[in-house]
């Protein structure tokens, strides 16, 4: 016998597919960003969009604006957990106005992705403010990896964090660590380049040698591709778009 759930609020069920929360484990602090696509919900503009992160009775609470007009809150740090181990979220549209009280749509039980991938990937890329004139950012080695972020933006970690930065950004640095690691393997397991294999899917086939040009681009190109859809970076630059046409 199927058991149907009814939704008695009549609250809509946002899927899980139109939402991506990320943490970032840092070395001192823990902090999250969340993307989220509503359109296809036709949820009044006016309505307030938040994010709570729970584990058991522990909750912390962040608005994001309304579905109109998004705003990232001036903090993301989850400062009530020890560790992100077993955190969920959920994100919550609600009603203003005639509708204050009611909860327009939801999402439950949203584990978050891990972006930086601490374990084998960012650990392997620094990242710093740098004076770069008029160019936004840069990827050096100096021998490893190093991610150099305009010192002219101010709080730059808050501009790393924006999803709709991390999809211009992310793809070309992925393209070219890989490049890099082509030229120079190096297989201890000590080495960046060892860890920056890991980005690369068994899916995309065993590496090419670095002298083929052809068969190198287009490796390089189905490592960047899978690794944007790993990550929906796509979802940032609709999120992107969307913050655009309402100004």
């Given amino acids: 016998m199927t058991t149907r759930r009814l939704n008695y609020t009549g609250a809509k069920r946002i899927k899980h ?3 991506e929360i990320i943490i970032d484990r840092g070395e ?6 969340a993307s989220y696509n509503l359109v296809q919900y036709h949820l ?18 962040f608005s994001f604006g309304t579905v109109g007009m998004r705003h990232v809150p001036d903090s993301l740090a989850l400062t009530e957990f020890e560790n992100s181990e ?3 979220f959920r994100l919550k549209v609600l009603g203003t106005g005639d509708q204050s009280g009611l909860i327009l749509g939801e999402a439950d039980k949203i584990r978050p992705a891990d972006l930086t991938q601490r374990e084998n990937a960012k650990s392997f890329i620094a990242v710093r403010s740098a004076n770069l004139g008029a160019v936004v950012w840069r990827l050096t080695f100096d021998p490893d990896p190093v991610l150099e972020i305009n010192d002219r933006l101010g ?4 501009f790393v964090r924006r999803s709709a930065v991390r999809a211009f950004i992310l793809p070309e640095v992925v393209r070219q660590i890989m490049r890099e690691v082509l030229e120079n393997e190096d297989e201890d397991e000590n080495s960046w380049q060892f860890s920056a294999m890991k980005l690369a899917p068994a ?5 090419p040698r670095p002298d083929d040009e052809d068969e190198v681009e287009r490796w390089v190109d189905e490592v960047v591709r899978k690794f944007a859809h790993r990550f929906r970076l796509w979802r940032g630059i609709v999120e992107f778009i969307g913050e655009e046409s309402e100004e």
Avoid: K
């Avoid at 009044?44 to 609470?61: D, F, I, K, Q, T």
């Fill in 44 to 61: 009044p503009e006016s309505a307030e969009v938040v994010v709570e992160a729970y584990l058991e009775w522990n909750v912390m609470r």
């Fill in 203 to 207: 899916s995309c086939g065993e590496p």
């Fill in 86 to 88: 077993g955190i969920l």
């Fill in 17 to 19: 597919s139109d939402i």
């Fill in 28 to 33: 001192h602090s823990l902090t999250f960003d």
């Fill in 155 to 158: 709080d730059w970690q808050s």
